[in-house]
């Protein structure tokens, strides 16, 4: 015969607590850092569409559109890079590095 253990209230509580913690945990390390994800994103993504993919600027502004928009994507031909900022804080730059390696973040 299996004996059945009861659930009480102290076992609830302290699962709920461990759950509680963990999820603290993971959330503190997230750091809501979504504009700098998107600036990064913009600055490789317009760099390998310019100079890897060798499309038009128009096209590449167009393939890279993001939501909510970044404030500005700045090309610098001559250094074959990109630098994307929002919100004056976060920002990332991407450079072309040759046709093996394409474009990097730095």
Not at 10 to 29: F, P
Not at 68 to 84: C, E, F, G, L
């Amino acid at each position: 015969m299996k004996v059945r253990r009861r659930s009480t209230p102290a076992r609830t509580l302290a699962t709920l607590l461990v759950i509680a913690a963990g999820l603290a945990t993971s959330c503190a390390r997230y750091d809501q850092n979504d504009l700098e994800l998107l600036t990064a994103y913009s600055a490789k993504e317009m760099c390998s569409c310019l100079f890897v993919m060798g499309q038009t600027e128009a096209f590449c502004r167009t393939w890279t559109k993001q939501a909510p928009d970044v404030k500005s994507v700045t090309i610098d031909r001559q250094d074959k890079s990109v630098r994307a900022q929002a919100v004056m804080m976060w920002g990332a730059r991407a450079r072309f590095v040759d046709r093996r390696h394409g474009c990097v973040l730095e």
